[in-house]
C-alpha cells in the first residue's frame, strides 16, 4: 500500500492475538475474554497472566526488593529512566538472543517492579523520604493494596478496588502509540527495559496517557461557572479540545468508559454529578459541531473521576497508566519478538528539490 494516511489512522500495522477493542459494538476483549467479565473477579496482577500468557497463573509475580536512584517525583520520568537503568543494573539480554521463556521473565519483572517505581515516586512527590518497609508491603493482598502500601504506607479498600478496576480497563488496547513504539523497539531486538522504557516516554503525552490530569480542572472550571453546557461551548469557541472524548478506533461507546462510569457511581464519587453533566453538555455539542464524526466519551474520561476516588493527583494519572499498560506491552513486545521483523515503513519525500547548499545560505568560512 503506497497511499499517505496522516497518524497512520485505519493502517494496519501487525496482526495480533492479544486484544480486540470492538469498534462498533462497545466491547473489549482480552485474548477472547470481556473486560466486564474480568473486573472484581480477577486483580490485575491476573489479568496480566491472562494478556501476557493466556493463563490467569501465575500471573504478575510481585516486584523484587529495588530502590531506584535520584527519585524526582516526576512519575512518568522516573519511570522512563528507573527502566531504562534496569535494562543495565540487571544485565538484561537482547531480545533476540534470548528463550521466548526469558524474555518473558524479564518483563514479569519489569512489568512488576514499575509498580514499585511509580508508588516511591509519588511518594517523594508527597515529600517523604523514608521508604515504607518491603515487611510492612507485602502485608498487602492484591498488587493494588501493595501499590498503596507502598506510596501511602495505608490502603483504604475504596481505593484499592478504583485501581485494581482503572488497571484492569487500562491493561490493553490493541496497537495505540506506546504499544506501537514498544513494538518498534521489540523489532530492532533491543532488550525489554529500553522497549518498555520507551513506550512510557509515548505514553506521557496528553494525546495518549496524559489526558486524566485534564479533566479534572476541566470539571472544575465546569463546576465554578455553574453552566457545563456553556463551559464547553467556551472551551470548544477557544479551539481547544474537549480532553476525554474522541477515539481513533471506537465510533460507539468505549466499553471502559462505561465500565468505570459505573465504577465512579459504585465508590459515590463526589464528581460523578458534575462529570456527568459535563459529559452530557460535552456529547450533545460536539454532535452538534461534528454530525458526522461519532466523539464518544473515552477512557481517560471516567478514568480521571475513578482515580480521584482513590486520591490520584491529576499529574500522577500518566504514571498510573503505565502501571497498568505494562501487561499490554509484554504482551506485544513477545509477540513482536515471535515476527522477527523489524518495523521500517516508508516515509513519501516531500522535501525541497535536489538544490546546491549555497542556496540554503553563506558558506561556512573554514576554520
Ligand atoms: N474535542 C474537540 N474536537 C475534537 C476532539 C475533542 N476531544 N477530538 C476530535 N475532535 C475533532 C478534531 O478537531 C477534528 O476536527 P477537524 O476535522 O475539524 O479538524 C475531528 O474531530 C477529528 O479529529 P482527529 O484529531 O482527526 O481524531 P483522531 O482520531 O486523530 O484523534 C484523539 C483521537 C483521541 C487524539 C482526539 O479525539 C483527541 O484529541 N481527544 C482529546 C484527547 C483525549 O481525550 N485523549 C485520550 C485518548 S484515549
Redesign the pocket.
Known sequence: MNEFRP?L?GVVAFQTEIAEPDREGGSLRYRGVDIEELVGRYPYEKVWGLLVDESFEPGMPDPEPFRPANLTGNAPSDLQSALAHLSADWELRKLVDIEPEDARDDLARLSAIAMSIVAQSARVADGKTDPVPDEDVEQGGIAAEKFLLRWRGEADPKHVQAIDTYWICTAEHGLNASTFTARIVASTGADAGAAMSAAVGALSGP??GG?PARILPMLEGAEKLGDPAQYVKNL?DRGE????????IYRGDDPRATLLKRTAKELGSSRYEVADAVEQAALAE?KRR?PD?P?PT???FWSAVVLDTAEIPPDLTPAMFGCARVAGWSAHILEERKTGRLIRPSAQYVGPAPRPASEVGAAPVPS
Do not use: Q, Y
Open positions: 497518524g489512522e494525546l495518549h489526558a470548544l479540545r474537549l480532553m476525554g472524548f474522541g477515539h481513533r460536539l461534528k464524526r466523539l473515552n477512557v481517560e
